[in-house]
């Protein structure tokens, strides 16, 4: 490019993403949110040339100051005249008489949303005042500029956390469990953010002039996007998200939204040869990036493969006793990560019983290894098996492990938590129970199978049955005290 480019509005989301991509070849500015070599500008108080040193040499200016947002915009018409009407003229007036290419950031708004996969010569008919503004600009340009470029963006995404875009928001309604309510009528082509950048510069770089639509390569509507969003999700983890399908109206906007705004970006690929990004695969990639565990973000198809959907009767059984729920992976390989652990968590939140969700495929497999989930105060009676020794890893929380000679006497206790003492094993034949000690135990267990009700375990007699509450009470404080005093 050789000569510096001018970015009014730096501090914007898409001026932060060029001025990363541009470094020192750019001079950008902010108003009210300063950046790292940004120079303070007010476009309602200032002149470009009160920030520009006469020995730098500047080729464009991208513009993309302003209010954006197509509510405030209403909400205060004389404002947003002044600062997206008024002060980009005299910002274009500026730039003309100092020599600089205006590169104006314009909307998908300027058409009224009655046709859809809008083309550069299709007649804007703007139905909000946004984009009123927007296109009065186009028109300044086209009748005071002979160079220039417009740059009319669809709406924008990006893939950062708080970025405030489209699929990043809903990360957050997501793991906050909220309703999201999104329109079927409304129809955009959503562009990634490197994508424009990538586009404003090589316009720039190919001195190209006129009217370009930056748009995704396909229409969508909200509805499709959240569900793109929720399957790419669910193949990572299962998760319940509550989807309204609503109409754009049902939102009691003070403008009637546009409803079909898909522009086509065909002239722009023509142009530059840009290869847009497709919109599912940056939503996997967000998705992986949120709800993925750490092992798994790497390789996708592993990730998806190992998935445990617990709400999926093809991919798990389900057997409820009654003392226990229990899940059994029908497939393997089979993943137990975070995800999985909260998701049993809430399902316990619900329930009265323990929850497990075996790894192997059902009571009569030949090992047996689970994930159990035990709640503090109910009463586990100690018992033994004749031919299976059981490995215990504590996840999350607290339990106390109790071994007995065939008198009931205690021959070993621990405290198994998931900081210092997390795996306990014990032999065939003895007896033992285990005590949750925090308000819930997540635990591992292991040992050969496969279950066989009625010879399973073996019960002693010095022990309570469990049928009577003030005798199970007594006997498992009497357990902990002895404990504590050991
Ligand atoms: N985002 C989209 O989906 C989308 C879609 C279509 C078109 N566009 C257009 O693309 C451009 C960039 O959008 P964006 O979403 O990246 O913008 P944005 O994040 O909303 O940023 C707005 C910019 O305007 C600056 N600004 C506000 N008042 C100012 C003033 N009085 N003087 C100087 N600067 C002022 C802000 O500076 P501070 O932050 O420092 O206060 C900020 O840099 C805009 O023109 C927008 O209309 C965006």
């Known amino acids: 490019m050789g000569n510096k480019i001018l970015i009014l509005g730096g501090s914007s989301f898409v001026g932060r993403h060029l001025v990363v991509r541009l470094k020192d070849t750019v001079i950008a500015t902010y108003f009210r949110r300063p950046f790292h070599n940004?120079?303070?500008?007010?476009?309602?108080?200032m002149k470009v040339s009160d920030i520009l040193n006469s020995k730098e040499k500047i080729s464009h200016a991208v513009i993309l100051l302003g209010d954006t947002n197509p509510k405030t915009c209403v909400n205060d018409i004389n404002l947003s005249n002044k600062l997206n009407v008024e002060s980009i003229k005299l910002i274009i007036n500026d730039l003309i008489r100092l020599g600089i290419k205006p590169v104006f950031a314009s909307s998908e708004f300027v058409f009224d949303g009655n046709k859809g996969n809008y083309i550069e010569t299709d007649e804007p008919n703007p139905i909000l005042i946004y984009g009123k503004q927007k296109l009065e600009i186009e028109n300044?340009?086209?009748?005071?500029?002979?160079?220039?470029?417009?740059?009319?963006?669809?709406?924008?995404?990006?893939?950062e956390k708080m970025d405030n875009t489209i699929f990043t928001n809903w990360v957050e309604d997501i793991k906050q469990h909220k309703?999201?309510?999104?329109?079927s009528d409304q129809i955009f082509s959503p562009i990634f953010v490197e994508d424009i950048v990538e586009a404003i510069i090589r316009l720039i770089n190919k001195?190209?002039?006129g009217i370009f639509h930056v748009a995704g390569i396909k229409p969508y509507s909200r509805i499709e996007l959240i569900k793109m969003f929720v399957s790419e999700i669910n193949k990572i983890v299962h998760l319940n998200v509550h989807i309204t399908d609503c109409s754009i109206h049902d939102f009691n906007l003070k403008e009637k939204?546009?409803?079909?705004?898909?522009?086509?970006p065909d002239k722009l690929i023509k142009e530059t040869d840009i290869r847009l990004s497709d919109v599912k695969m940056i939503c996997q990639k967000i998705a992986k990036n949120n709800f993925s565990s750490g092992i798994n973000q790497e390789n996708h198809k592993a990730c998806y493969l190992s998935s445990i959907n617990l709400n999926n009767l093809d991919t798990v059984s389900v057997i409820e006793s009654e003392r226990s729920v229990a899940y059994f992976c029908k497939k393997l390989p089979a993943l137990v990560n975070s995800n999985i652990i909260t998701e049993l968590k809430n399902i316990l939140e619900g329930l009265d019983k323990n929850l497990r969700l075996c790894l192997h495929n059902s009571p009569a497999s030949e090992f047996h290894t689970m994930i159990i989930l035990e709640r503090k105060g109910k009463y586990y009676r100690p018992h033994k098996h004749l031919k299976k020794s059981e490995t215990f890893h504590i996840i999350e929380?607290?339990?106390?492990?109790?071994i007995f000679d065939d008198n009931g006497n205690i021959v070993d206790s621990c405290v198994l938590d998931d900081v210092n003492n997390f795996i306990y094993r014990i032999d065939n034949n003895?007896?033992?129970v285990v005590m949750p000690l925090s308000d819930v135990v997540i635990y591992h267990e292991s040992k050969i199978g496969p279950f066989i009700k009625e010879n399973d375990c073996i019960f002693p007699d010095w022990a309570p049955d469990g049928s009577n509450d003030d005798m199970t009470i007594r006997y498992t404080n009497a357990l902990v005290e002895d404990r504590n005093n050991a």
């Open 179 to 183: 309703e999201i309510k999104c329109a």
């Open 38 to 45: 940004g120079v303070f500008f007010d476009s309602l108080s």
């Open 207 to 209: 001195e190209s002039n």
């Open 257 to 264: 939204r546009p409803l079909n705004v898909s522009m086509n």
């Open 430 to 432: 003895l007896f033992h």
């Open 397 to 402: 929380g607290e339990m106390a492990v109790f």
């Open 140 to 159: 300044y340009l086209k009748e005071n500029c002979s160079d220039y470029i417009v740059v009319r963006f669809a709406k924008i995404f990006g893939t």
